[in-house]
């Protein structure tokens, strides 16, 4: 399919990072073999890994890496019990997941909602409200706003209290950047796009409102309208059928993405991508599992892969336009599931005709579907 070979940077990361990451790489080799597609697979520590190894959450020599590389697939970092041991600027989500977002320019997140009809009791919500399924895709602006506006610090007063500041900061081109983004992806879907902000109190919110409405005229055939936040949060839960892709400042597609993938029943269903700019037809981006490294089920063969494995078809996708092998990936997922295998997260007791796995028969029945 592709005479060029293509350099992965793989970051496990702490928790169950390394067990999903391990399927992910399985079916990344096995797609290859099938497609005739070349990828070099590196390896390398990040978060607690990377303290332990080298002294640190991103270590040099994995920075390196990523910079030698086409893209990343990556793990989760974190764990609840030793964070709080170290200064919060060395804490693995601070030093390695947003340092690598602002190192390389990541300011698109893409994450993809869809709810598959064998999991429909896996959703929260009746029947009725699921419509014919569910298929939300969040666009989340990623390196602007609160999470990233200066200044962001905690001062002492002089009456004893203490004062904790974040600003919220985003920019036109900022805005417009993003938005092109969301009215593209739009285009690519059923054309319709939902800009969501908090003009009614946030100045930035207005500006927003604005800058979308203004590059929404370039884009006759998506269909745009506008909603608080704090009604998307509602809508998501009342009528999720009426999203087709919800574009998203940080803060606000951090929060609304989590909300929306609990329509799909389980994080270990949602991959997401995080994507930079793009130069000569190839797109450097960041993948990676929607969920955290859940400590509590780390190692017990429990973890579900699905969406670290998801991840790797985003990558293919969006990074390097090798669509037919992201497809295959998506069906192979599909067949499975369909199949009736479950790892515990999406399993359930009522359906008799689906028969719970673990992490490893997991990625082996999507490797063999392939």
Known sequence: MSSKTYQIAALAGDGIGPEVIREALSVLRAVGQKFHIQFNIT????????????GK?????????????????FGSVGLPDRDPTIPKDQRPERAALLRIRKEFGLFANLRPVQLPKALAHACPLRPERQGDGIDILVVRELTGGMYFGQPKKTEDLRNGQQRAIDTMVYTTSEIERIAHVGFKAAQLRRKKLTSIDKANV????????????????????VALDHMFVDNAAMQLMLRPTQFDVLLCENMFGDILSDEAAALAGSLGMLPSASLGATTANQTFGFFEPAGGTAPDIAGKDLANPIAQILSVALMLRYSFGLNTAADAIDKAVGKVIDAGLR???IHSPSDTSARRIGTREMGAAIVAAL
Do not use: F
């Not at 959450?57 to 990343?72: E, K, M, V």
């Not at 946030?202 to 006759?220: P, Q, T």
């Open 57 to 73: 959450a991103l270590p040099d020599d994995t920075l390196d890496l990523c910079r030698r590389s086409d893209s990343i697939l």
């Open 202 to 221: 946030l100045e930035n919110g207005i500006l927003w409102r604005e800058v979308v409405s203004r590059v929404g005229k370039g884009y006759a055939d």
């Open 343 to 345: 790892t515990g997260d």
């Open 43 to 54: 390896e390398a520590p990040v978060g607690w890994a990377g303290i332990d190894a080298a």
